[in-house]
């Protein structure tokens, strides 16, 4: 998802099969995609290019991933037009998850409904260009709890700050993106997002554990990844993040992360069926 030039990388378009296959109806819990002749808003941070719905379905295809959920890009922001066209020619295999804003009417909203959004997603990192205020944040929270929709949060670089605010969603389902961004199981965020899973309502997406720990084991990520599986694994979901948006200095193969995914299960055949297909159906509405 890069232009010519950027200093970020393109995503890899030869997907491996990975070592094992998941189980049947596995959920890819978050990717983006983009397409020629979509409107971009003013300031995005980076300009997609190349990552279709056909390049995503050819990547899950690789994988043995059956369901996805479309996570709308920055990039586009309230133009959903790119993530409704995409649905329609996915099937009932495939969801989303939106941007939204006080420009959007409940009338914008019931369509998006009824078209398989099923979700908002509120990015808190600067480099996105795209945060919330907080009263923009507490209005779009309560509109999607009417809606019984997903409340997605892709944190900055500390959980810390939001904590308050997820404690105070506890009638909603919220999910917290990228294992919260934690480095280790010495970082101090590792402990209040243990504490926000045993909530109840709140859910992880067990994802980018490669960008918050060491090349090439990625041992970090795995210790954090068991962590949140003793905290509560009826509340963890994975997501591949395809096309990795902002990678700068290397690009994974997506069989690779299904593969890291796996370490943090210690192969257990049963909690991976858990995250990969029960948890993201009863999330989702799969």
């Not at 690789?62 to 586009?76: E, F, K």
């Not at 934690?182 to 909530?199: E, P, S, T």
């Not at 905290?231 to 069989?255: C, Q, T």
């Amino acid at each position: 998802m890069t232009t010519p030039g950027s200093q970020y990388l393109p995503f890899d378009p030869n997907p491996r099969t990975p070592k094992e296959a998941p189980p049947r109806n596995s959920c890819d819990s978050q990717f983006h995609i983009s397409g020629e002749g979509y409107k971009t808003r003013p300031g995005a941070t980076y300009h997609s290019a190349g990552a279709t719905y056909e390049a995503a379905r050819k990547m899950h295809k690789a994988l043995g991933i059956d369901r996805g959920i479309i996570v709308q890009s920055t990039v586009y922001a309230t133009d959903h037009t790119i993530v409704l066209d995409a649905l329609a020619a996915l099937g009932p295999n495939y969801k989303a998850i939106g941007v939204i804003d006080d420009t959007l009417s409940d009338g914008d909203l019931a369509k998006l409904k009824q078209a398989g959004v099923c979700g908002v997603r509120f990015s808190f990192g600067k480099r996105l260009n795209l945060v919330p205020s907080p009263e923009l944040f507490a209005r779009s929270a309560a509109r999607c709890k009417e809606l019984g929709w997903v409340l997605k949060i892709n944190l900055g670089e500390e959980l810390a700050p939001l904590v308050e605010t997820v404690k105070g969603l506890r009638d909603q389902p919220v999910v917290i993106d990228h294992m919260a961004r934690v480095r280790g199981v010495g970082d101090r965020n590792l402990a209040a997002m243990c504490d926000l899973l045993k909530q109840g309502n709140v859910w992880l997406m067990m994802s980018n554990g490669h960008r918050v720990s060491t090349r090439p084991h990625f041992d970090e990520a795995v210790a954090v990844g068991k962590e949140y599986i003793k905290a509560n694994p009826d509340r963890l979901i994975w997501g591949s993040d395809w096309p990795h948006p902002l990678h700068e200095e290397f690009m994974p193969n997506d069989a690779d992360l299904l593969e890291l995914f796996y370490r943090y299960t210690d192969n257990d055949q049963a909690l991976r069926r858990r995250i990969l297909v029960d948890n993201a159906a009863k999330l989702f509405g799969f």
